[in-house]
C-alpha cells in the first residue's frame, strides 16, 4: 500500500481515532520504534474505560484462534510485534479510503498492568498520514 500526502478521505478514521484518544483512561503516548505505533500502558482498573474508547474507534476484533481471517497487512504488524497470544486482541479499522488503523491489546503477566499499542499498518512513520497521526497522540520519533 503506498500513501504519499493527506487524502480527505481519512478524516472520518482521524475523527474516530480523535474520540478514542478522548476517551483513554490515560495521558502520555508513547513511540514504539519496532512495531511503528503510539502505546499506552495502564492498570486493570482502568481496562473498561480503555476499551470502551477502543469500542467505538475499531469495530474489528481477532483473537488468536481468529487471526488467520484478518487482512493479511494486518496479520503482517501481528507477525512483526511477536504474534498473539490467547490472553491477547488485536484489533482495526478498516480497511478504509486506503488506510488500515490496527490496535494491539497486550495483558502483562503481573496481572496489574496492560499495554495497548495504536498504529497504520504500511505506512512509512515519516510520510502523511502517519505524521498527522503522530501528532494527534502527541508523540515523535
Same mark, same amino acid.
Given at each position: 500500500m503506498t500513501v504519499r500526502g493527506w487524502n480527505d478521505h481519512w478524516q472520518p478514521i482521524f475523527d474516530a481515532l480523535g474520540r478514542l484518544k478522548r476517551g483513554w483512561p490515560t495521558r502520555g503516548w508513547t513511540w514504539d520504534s519496532r512495531v511503528g505505533c503510539v502505546t499506552s500502558s495502564f492498570t486493570v482498573e482502568q481496562e473498561i474505560q480503555a476499551k470502551a474508547a477502543i469500542a467505538e474507534a475499531m469495530p474489528a476484533q481477532y483473537t488468536h484462534s481468529t487471526i488467520a481471517r484478518a487482512p493479511q497487512s494486518l496479520q503482517d504488524v501481528v507477525e512483526r510485534a511477536g504474534g498473539i497470544r490467547p490472553n491477547q486482541l488485536v484489533l482495526a479499522l478498516g480497511p478504509s479510503a486506503g488506510l488500515l488503523? =490496527?490496535?494491539? !491489546? !497486550? /495483558? !502483562?503477566? *503481573?496481572?496489574?498492568?496492560?499495554? =495497548?499499542?495504536?498504529?497504520?499498518? *504500511?505506512? *512509512? /512513520?515519516?510520510?502523511? /498520514?502517519?505524521v498527522r497521526f503522530r501528532d494527534l497522540f502527541g508523540v515523535s520519533f
Open positions: 488503523i =490496527f490496535g494491539l !491489546w !497486550w /495483558p !502483562w503477566g *503481573d496481572g496489574e498492568t496492560i499495554s =495497548f499499542r495504536l498504529g497504520l499498518a *504500511d505506512v *512509512d /512513520p515519516a510520510r502523511e /498520514p502517519n
